[in-house]
């Protein structure tokens, strides 16, 4: 994975970082410690589905850029005309691969919003009553944010 060009360095860091995260968490899960404390269980459950889809790109991603250094040696290495055509097909192919996965990465790399898995749209209209109305309106949506943040 050398050349810069095909893969931002600073992502493959960043995918080699979290790669090493989940094989510490998969070790963590094998010790009876964790297997004991059903809540760290499930907080390290949790982390590893979240790294388990960076983790298959990252690996998918390292496959390509090794494919095309390899078409790219194969095709420095020889000089038939119709196995260049073929090879730098290849290659146009491997790069489009490479990118649409680099940006499926970046896309997972966003943090998430916690209140992604709340889903529901609550409209609360003041009512007749006045000012009243509004100030109860009011303690209504606050107590449905709490309840939603929890």
Do not use: W
Not at 12 to 18: E, K, N
């Amino acid at each position: 994975m050398n050349d810069p060009k095909l893969v931002d360095p600073k992502l493959l860091s960043r995918l080699g970082v979290l790669r090493d995260e989940a094989t510490r968490l998969n070790e963590e899960l094998l010790t009876q410690e964790v297997l004991s404390d059903p809540d760290r269980l499930r907080v390290i459950g949790q982390r590893r589905a979240e790294l388990d889809p960076l983790v298959k790109i990252a690996d998918k991603i390292e496959t390509l850029v090794t494919e095309y250094e390899d078409t790219q040696i194969l095709l420095d290495s020889t000089d038939d005309q119709e196995f260049c055509d073929l090879a730098l097909q290849e290659l146009s192919q491997l790069k489009e691969h490479i990118v649409e996965f680099t940006s499926e990465a970046q896309e997972l790399l966003v943090p998430r919003d916690p209140l992604d898995g709340k889903a529901s749209v609550i409209e609360v209209r003041a009512g007749t009553g006045g000012d009243e109305a509004g100030l109860f309106a009011k303690d209504l949506v606050r107590m449905y944010q709490r309840v939603a943040e929890r």
